[in-house]
C-alpha cells in the first residue's frame, strides 16, 4: 500500500502523485466499482456525518436518532421535517468535480458500476446512470404498507398512498432498517468481478456498503482510497489518496 500526503491542501493538486500503477490500471481497467460516500458531496456543501466535514444535528437531535426506523413509528411527522428540510437545502446544492469526474468516467470502461451511499442525488444531477443508490434517494417517498414510490423532484408527495391510502414515509434507509432489497446483491456481484476499486469520501464504518471494497480486494482487484483522512479500510487499499475528491478525482484519468 502507498500513501500519497501532501503538507497542505494547495500542494495537493500540484503534490499529489498519482502512482504509475494507478495511472496503468486505470488505463487498461475493463470493470470498474466506485464506493461514494458523503465525503464526496462535502465540497458541494452537504455535511457530512462524521468525519473532516461539520457533523449534522436537528433539533438537539442526533441524525441516527430523527433518522431511525424507531421515529417512523414514533414520531412520522417530526421525520417528515427532518427531511423536508434537508430536501430544500439540497434544491439549491450542485454537483462537484468529483461528481462530474466519475459521470465522465462511466464512458471510459466497458463496466463501471458506481454504488453511493448517499441519498442527495447528486450524481444523477452529473450525470451518472443506473446509480445503485444503497440508501434510498431524498427526493422519493414511499408507501409505508405496498411500497410504491412517489418521485418529488417534481413536485410535493401525495398526503397518502394513491394505491392503498396508507401512509408515506422517506424513500431512504433509515438506521435499524435493510438495505432496499437487491441493490447490495447487485453490487456485491459487480464488486466481485471488478479489476479497479474506488473507495471515495466515506469513513468505511458502515456497513453492509463498507464490505464492497473488502469483496473486490479479494477478487484480486487495485483497491484505492480517496479521503483527506484515513479510514478502516485505509490499510486493506492498495492505494490511499489523501486528498479532497473534488481536487484529486480530475487527477486520475489525465
Ligand atoms: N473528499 C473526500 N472525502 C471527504 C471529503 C472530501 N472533500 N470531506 C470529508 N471526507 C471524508 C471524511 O474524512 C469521512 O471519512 O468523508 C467521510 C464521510 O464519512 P461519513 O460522514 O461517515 O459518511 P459516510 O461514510 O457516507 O456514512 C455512511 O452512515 O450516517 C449513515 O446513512 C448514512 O450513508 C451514511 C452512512
Not at 462524521?50 to 421515529?71: C, L
Not at 450542485?94 to 468516467?105: F, G, Q, S, T
Request: hydrophobic residues 40%; charged residues 25%; contains cysteine.
Amino acid at each position: 500500500m502507498c500513501f500519497f500526503v501532501a503538507k497542505d491542501l494547495s500542494a495537493t493538486i500540484a503534490g499529489m502523485q498519482i502512482s504509475e500503477e494507478l495511472r496503468r490500471r486505470f488505463a487498461e481497467a475493463q470493470r470498474v466499482l466506485v464506493l461514494t460516500g458523503a465525503g464526496i458531496s462535502a465540497e458541494s456543501g452537504v455535511p457530512t456525518f462524521r468525519g473532516g466535514g461539520n457533523t449534522a444535528v436537528w433539533k438537539g437531535m442526533r441524525f441516527d436518532v430523527i433518522s431511525s426506523a424507531e421515529m417512523v413509528e414514533r414520531d412520522l411527522p417530526a421525520v417528515w421535517e427532518w427531511f423536508d428540510y434537508r430536501r430544500d437545502f439540497m434544491d439549491s446544492i450542485l454537483p462537484n468535480p468529483a461528481h462530474y469526474e466519475i459521470a465522465r468516467w462511466q464512458e471510459q470502461f466497458s463496466t463501471l458500476t458506481l454504488a453511493t451511499q448517499n441519498i442527495d442525488g447528486l450524481h444523477q444531477k452529473a450525470g451518472s446512470r443506473n446509480v445503485i443508490e444503497l440508501h434510498g434517494n431524498i427526493w422519493r417517498a414511499r408507501c409505508t404498507a405496498c411500497r410504491s414510490s412517489y418521485d418529488m423532484s417534481q413536485g410535493p408527495r401525495p398526503d397518502g398512498c394513491l394505491e392503498c391510502g396508507d401512509r408515506l414515509r422517506p424513500d431512504v434507509v433509515l438506521f435499524g432498517e435493510m438495505l432496499p432489497p437487491g441493490a447490495f446483491e447487485f453490487a456485491v456481484e459487480r464488486a466481485a468481478e471488478c479489476d479497479l476499486c474506488f473507495v471515495i469520501g466515506t469513513s468505511a464504518l458502515v456497513y453492509p456498503a463498507a464490505g464492497l471494497p473488502e469483496i473486490a480486494k479479494r477478487a484480486g482487484a487495485y483497491v484505492c482510497e480517496v479521503n483527506p483522512e484515513l479510514t478502516p479500510l485505509s490499510d486493506l487499499c492498495d492505494e490511499v489518496l489523501m486528498g479532497k475528491a473534488g481536487e484529486v478525482l480530475p487527477l486520475i484519468g489525465r
